[in-house]
């Protein structure tokens, strides 16, 4: 390769470094300053708006605070001043008159606070009253604990009124040795003028959780009471529920110790703890926030308290509820509940921002791809005058070949342009025959080892498809040809061996019998720049049609005289075998040694009683027949000898001390004419072929043997590689020949290539199949 064809891909000038930089870099440099002006204002626009936000928050959420407080605490006030009402209203009162109004004021607080359960009133002598709602409808239900008579057991006596106070029924069931002040309510209370709250308990009536307000107080006659009030907790977790804390804000209330009182989804809290109130503890997968705002409570006490959980942003509020026994109020919302107006308003300028980026990438984009857009126009047309300047280049190195439109010669510098000019991997001629029935290989030149081969033929029978593309005069260009059913079988027989892929078939035009006037073709194996070379093709098309059209005026057959050009003089008549010929031919005397050219075949014959039914009588006539044939043809084309041994027949050619060039031809003439006639016999006496040859040319080793009448043998590779050849023929009839065969008749015979074959001392090997005359 010239040194001005190398080029380096990776090659790269400062100037090419530059235009990149400008094309691309200052277009994505403006978008970045943009982006980061934008950047920097949304931040600066961020925090403020934050740091406002997080003010109004806290000032709101303070507002809320009090608010919901408040609420609890006025929830809670049936309970604390209702507890404190009693203690004046039912201490002075008569003792006879105590259950009296006991029931009318527990009655009047259930009937108007829904959240209040049931009043206890407990004497210091074991007497209990009690008023609560009926669980089973809307009126209530009165016990007293009566004494048994004699010290017996006491009984639980239950008077039931309507909504009206009309009584409905009356029950009595044993008491089993209650006694009030055993409990815990009466403990705490009993001479206390405060309220005491007891821990969550299950009432049995409703099934819900209450906890229970008691306190002390001391009637007109010095006797000691205990007055409590039960508060469903079920109902105040719905009150805080109902409690509006931002948008998705939630509450709960613990007591001293991180109990759960009442607050958000109490129910699946009670569920939970199994409706053991020492269970109903924070729970640290569901209950996090309020876990997090708990903690900090226990730390740096009441007050707010802004946190991060999952991502998002929350304020925390803790508060002690007054009038409780040291309850808390835990409060939790995530910021931008507050701050809805802030992040509209920050969305809005992402909107803002993300147009104004878009924009600008747009215009960025359109001038880096401008910029691109010319850089890949200047590359084609400088790709294009490098391409035309090679054509010319192509084109001036063809006018300059001598005999360029002599059919005669090999069209290797065809060949060679073309490979050169589309980088392809293989390029070859393919001559059409004028019966259209094969195509011949002028010439196939293979770029990645520099070399040229011919003679290859291909049958119409074998690539029906491939002939049909090839008739309808079209330019095809195939990516996988062997996925391709119209170029399967040609990717098959010629380009598996060289590992080609894609195949380009273009027809060569000229005066043909056909309608389509295809009299030939040009095959471009993993051409690169194929498609851009239309015209060039065109024109090596256009010089292989003329070469044609030279080679059909004169001739492409060589003559018969040529062909059966007589030997150098002193060679010797023809020598049979005994075995063919009676009494033998005696040959002129030969010196034995070394001889630099003799062409060999070998012809082997399959049993023929195997292969016909007919007798011995005619078997033997017909191998009498093929014998007369084989000396008639070794006469008529002056073969040096022709031996028989066994099912093999062997016929040489050019056993002279000085290379003989007509040998090989000779041979190559007598084994056609030898396949022919013994066509003709095995088809007359209607078997099948049964012969198979094999030719090989080049030194042997040979000579006279023995006393008179003396046997001239001949050995060496020479004849070890045409036995080889005959025996591993494709099919029968056909002639198998080896590279060196090929090499010496290519410019007159034709070839059709049979892959490799490996031969012991002689390495692998080229082996074809001779076809016939060009």
């Not at 027989?493 to 006037?517: F, K, N, Y």
């Not at 062409?599 to 033997?620: K, N, Q």
């Not at 093999?648 to 000779?666: N, V, Y």
């Amino acid at each position: 390769m010239a040194s001005h064809e190398i080029v380096d891909p990776t090659e790269q000038t400062g100037r090419t470094t530059r235009q990149r930089l400008v094309q691309i870099g200052v277009p994505l440099l403006s978008v970045a300053l943009i982006l980061a002006t934008i950047g920097g204002i949304g931040l600066h626009t961020y925090r403020s708006t934050r740091a406002g936000v997080l003010g109004l928050t806290h000032d709101l959420l303070d507002s809320v605070q009090r608010y919901v407080v408040q609420d609890v605490t006025g929830y809670l006030s049936a309970a604390t001043t209702g507890a404190s009402f009693a203690q004046d209203f039912i201490g002075h009162a008569r003792s006879a008159s105590k259950d009296i109004a006991f029931y009318a004021y527990g009655g009047s607080m259930l009937r108007l606070v829904p959240q209040l359960q049931s009043f206890y009133l407990g004497d210091e002598k074991g007497g209990f009253i009690l008023i609560e709602r009926d669980p089973h409808g809307k009126g209530m239900e009165y016990t007293q604990l009566r004494p048994g008579a004699d010290g017996a057991d006491g009984v639980f006596h239950h008077d039931f009124y309507d909504e009206h106070g009309k009584l409905l029924r009356s029950e009595e069931n044993p008491a089993d040795h209650y006694d009030p002040r055993d409990r815990g309510w009466f403990k705490s209370a009993i001479g206390k003028d405060e309220i005491s709250w007891s821990s969550p308990t299950l009432y049995e009536t409703t099934k819900q959780l209450v906890i229970t307000s008691s306190i002390g107080l001391t009637g007109t006659d010095g006797s000691k009471y205990a007055f409590a009030i039960n508060t469903s907790l079920n109902l105040l977790s719905q009150f805080i529920d109902s409690l509006k804390i931002g948008k998705s804000g939630k509450a709960i209330i613990l007591d001293r110790t991180g109990h759960i009182i009442a607050g958000h989804d109490f129910s699946n809290i009670v569920a939970r703890a199994h409706g053991d109130p020492s269970q109903m503890v924070l729970d640290p997968k569901t209950q996090s926030t309020f876990l997090q705002v708990y903690d900090r409570f226990r730390v740096r006490g009441v007050g707010s308290h802004a946190f991060k959980s999952g991502g998002k942003n929350y304020i925390g509020i803790a508060e002690n509820l007054p009038t409780t026994d040291g309850w808390v109020l835990l409060m939790v919302a995530p910021e931008s509940d507050f701050a809805a107006f802030a992040r509209t308003s920050g969305r809005e300028s992402i909107q803002f921002s993300a147009i104004i980026v878009a924009l600008a990438a747009i215009l960025a984009g359109l001038l880096a791809h401008q910029s691109r857009k010319t850089d890949r126009a200047n590359r084609e047309l400088k790709r294009q005058k490098m391409q035309t300047a090679s054509e010319a280049d192509a084109l001036q190195r063809l006018a300059d070949t001598p005999d360029l439109f002599d059919g005669a010669s090999e069209p290797l510098s065809l060949t060679e342009a073309l490979a050169r000019t589309s980088h392809a991997r293989r390029v070859a001629i393919w001559r059409l025959l004028h019966d259209g029935t094969a195509l011949i290989c002028d010439d196939s030149y293979d770029s990645s080892l520099d070399a040229h081969s011919g003679g290859f033929e291909l049958s119409r029978n074998e690539l029906e498809e491939f002939f049909k593309l090839l008739d309808a005069g079209e330019t095809v260009n195939v990516a996988v040809a062997s996925k391709d059913q119209r170029t399967a079988g040609f990717s098959r027989l010629m380009m598996r061996e060289a590992g080609t892929t894609s195949l380009i078939v273009h027809p060569i035009r000229g005066a043909s019998h056909g309608s389509s006037g295809v009299i030939g073709m040009m095959t471009l194996e993993d051409a690169v720049f194929a498609p851009h070379l239309v015209y060039f093709v065109d024109i090596v098309a256009a010089l292989a049609a003329v070469r044609f059209g030279a080679a059909a005026e004169t001739t492409t057959v060589t003559s018969e005289s040529e062909l059966l050009a007589p030997a150098p003089a002193g060679l010797s008549t023809p020598r049979f075998d005994e075995a063919l010929v009676r009494p033998p031919v005696v040959a002129g005397q030969t010196t034995p040694g070394a001889f630099p050219s003799v062409a060999v075949m070998v012809i082997t014959f399959s049993d023929p009683v195997m292969e016909s039914g007919e007798g011995p009588e005619a078997l033997l006539k017909l191998i009498d027949q093929i014998a007369t044939e084989v000396q008639n043809i070794a006469r008529t084309h002056e073969l040096f000898s022709v031996k028989v041994a066994g099912h093999r027949l062997i016929c040489i050619a050019g056993c002279t001390a000085e290379p003989d060039p007509s040998a090989i031809r000779r041979l190559a003439e007598a084994a056609l004419a030898l396949r022919e006639r013994c066509m003709m016999l095995l088809s007359a006496a209607n078997i099948e072929p049964i012969f198979s040859i094999g030719m090989d040319f080049g030194p042997a080793l040979g000579g006279e043997l023995g006393q008179e009448p003396k046997t001239f043998n001949l050995w060496g590779e020479t004849v070890t590689l045409a036995e080889l050849m005959a025996q591993g023929a494709p099919d029968v009839g056909t002639i198998e020949v080896t590279e060196r065969v090929y090499q010496a008749l290519r410019d007159r015979y034709l070839f059709r290539s049979r892959g490799s074959f490996y031969a012991p001392g002689s390495g692998i090997g080229r082996v074809y199949v001779l076809a016939t005359r060009r």
